[in-house]
């Protein structure tokens, strides 16, 4: 029975507590200490996990020490430094995306994890969908061929607080934007070589309203992603175009469609309703999080199955820092492109 870790909780606003309960349903870790400026926000995280120590500020909690692991889900440009700070302190890592604000900050930051052997890893929680698990078993078995365009989405309706605002890092691109581009990287390994990108400005200087992307691959993929914060709601979609056939996953559904010329199973257009505990990591027996039971949040828990398991184990989580960086390089590239409306070159290493 591996030991129990001692997390720290770095940002106590929804997400923060969403992945506290999540943790739950990895086993009995001890929920030592969480930090966070706003008041209230700390008094509802102690209230809900009955951390023993709250703090205003991340770096006296880090000082305090005691930790293995942090949890870092802070407004967007604290993610970075919030995270760095809790490796240089001797934590293993979970930020949550975007990881940073550009892929240089983001380096830095999986550099550090490197150097000092701490686990670091970004909460692109969309791989943990069973759907999208599963639609990466069948492409890896090549039951669409070879890939040939990859078309993502993932938008939202109006963003307010600090989501709007350019100095925390807001607009769609960076808060749901960023899930749908990880998961087209996801989706291709190949390098990534150019970048094309369109965007419509908000009210706000700095944050965009809509963005539209078109990235190129090395080995000829083409990929479009859509954003917005122009939507009445959330949508989202995850489109493989193969040689071979075609696969769709849509945000909110647990549905995966797929047609293929190559296997006779679905050589029509066919429906698979995967359930919301196929392809994922197994709960802990002792799981006590009410979280289990949901397929919207399940896939926070599948994910801190994978972190906790990746420090135990001693290995590298499935979601790492290079991949992070992958992501932040590509959105670097989109914003250069809306501003100068010159496609980009990317060198992908
Ligand atoms: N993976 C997902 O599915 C998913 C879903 C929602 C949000 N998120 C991400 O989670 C993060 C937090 O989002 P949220 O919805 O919880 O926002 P939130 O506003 O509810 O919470 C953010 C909290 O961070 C605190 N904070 C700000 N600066 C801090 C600092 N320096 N140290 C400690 N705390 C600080 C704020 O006071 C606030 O309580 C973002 O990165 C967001 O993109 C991920």
């Given at each position: 029975?591996?030991?129990?870790?001692?997390?720290?909780?770095?940002?106590?606003?929804?997400?923060?507590?969403?992945?506290?309960?999540?943790?739950?349903?990895?086993?009995?870790?001890?929920?030592?200490?969480?930090?966070?400026?706003?008041?209230a926000a700390r008094e509802r995280a102690v209230a809900q996990f009955g951390f023993a120590h709250d703090y205003e500020s991340p770096a006296k909690?880090?000082?305090?020490?005691?930790?293995?692991?942090?949890?870092?889900?802070?407004?967007?440009?604290?993610?970075?430094?919030?995270?760095?700070?809790?490796?240089?302190?001797?934590?293993?890592?979970?930020?949550?995306?975007?990881?940073?604000?550009?892929?240089?900050?983001?380096?830095?930051?999986?550099?550090?994890?490197?150097?000092?052997?701490?686990?670091?890893?970004?909460?692109?929680?969309?791989?943990?969908?069973?759907?999208?698990?599963?639609?990466?078993?069948?492409?890896?078995?090549?039951?669409?061929?070879?890939?040939?365009?990859?078309?993502?989405?993932?938008?939202?309706?109006?963003?307010?607080?600090?989501?709007?605002?350019?100095?925390?890092?807001?607009?769609?691109?960076?808060?749901?934007?960023?899930?749908?581009?990880?998961?087209?990287?996801?989706?291709?390994?190949?390098?990534?070589?150019?970048?094309?990108?369109?965007?419509?400005?908000?009210?706000?200087?700095?944050?965009?309203?809509?963005?539209?992307?078109?990235?190129?691959?090395?080995?000829?993929?083409?990929?479009?992603?859509?954003?917005?914060?122009?939507?009445?709601?959330?949508?989202g979609w995850l489109d493989l175009l193969g040689t071979h056939g075609r696969m769709r996953a849509e945000w909110e559904s647990y549905r995966l469609?797929?047609?293929?010329?190559?296997?006779?199973?679905?050589?029509?257009?066919?429906?698979?309703?995967?359930?919301?505990?196929?392809?994922?990591?197994?709960?802990?027996?002792?799981?006590?999080?009410?979280?289990?039971?949901?397929?919207?949040?399940?896939?926070?828990?599948?994910?801190?199955?994978?972190?906790?398991?990746?420090?135990?184990?001693?290995?590298?989580?499935?979601?790492?820092?290079?991949?992070?960086?992958?992501?932040?390089?590509?959105?670097?590239?989109?914003?250069?492109?809306?501003?100068?409306?010159?496609?980009?070159?990317?060198?992908?290493?």
């Amino acid at each position: 029975m591996p030991t129990p870790l001692r997390f720290g909780l770095i940002g106590c606003g929804h997400q923060g507590r969403y992945l506290c309960e999540a943790l739950r349903c990895a086993g009995p870790h001890d929920l030592v200490a969480c930090a966070d400026p706003d008041e209230a926000a700390r008094e509802r995280a102690v209230a809900q996990f009955g951390f023993a120590h709250d703090y205003e500020s991340p770096a006296k909690m880090l000082f305090d020490g005691g930790l293995d692991a942090a949890i870092v889900a802070t407004t967007h440009d604290q993610l970075q430094p919030c995270a760095m700070a809790a490796i240089l302190s001797g934590c293993h890592v979970f930020v949550e995306k975007p990881m940073a604000l550009n892929a240089e900050h983001g380096q830095a930051l999986a550099d550090e994890a490197n150097r000092t052997g701490h686990k670091l890893m970004v909460g692109y929680a969309l791989r943990y969908r069973p759907d999208r698990v599963l639609m990466g078993r069948m492409l890896a078995e090549g039951v669409i061929g070879d890939l040939v365009q990859v078309h993502a989405g993932q938008l939202i309706g109006s963003m307010g607080g600090w989501l709007g605002k350019a100095r925390h890092g807001g607009g769609p691109l960076l808060y749901v934007g960023c899930h749908a581009l990880d998961q087209i990287l996801w989706c291709n390994p190949s390098p990534v070589t150019r970048v094309y990108a369109e965007e419509v400005p908000s009210a706000v200087p700095g944050v965009e309203a809509d963005a539209l992307l078109t990235l190129r691959f090395a080995d000829g993929c083409l990929a479009t992603l859509s954003t917005s914060q122009r939507l009445g709601g959330r949508y989202g979609w995850l489109d493989l175009l193969g040689t071979h056939g075609r696969m769709r996953a849509e945000w909110e559904s647990y549905r995966l469609s797929v047609e293929s010329r190559k296997m006779a199973a679905y050589s029509h257009l066919t429906h698979l309703d995967v359930a919301m505990t196929d392809f994922v990591p197994a709960l802990a027996p002792d799981a006590t999080s009410t979280l289990a039971s949901y397929y919207y949040v399940r896939m926070w828990a599948a994910e801190m199955v994978e972190f906790v398991s990746a420090i135990q184990e001693d290995r590298r989580p499935a979601i790492s820092g290079e991949d992070g960086v992958r992501a932040l390089r590509v959105m670097d590239a989109a914003r250069q492109s809306a501003e100068t409306g010159q496609a980009i070159a990317l060198r992908e290493t």
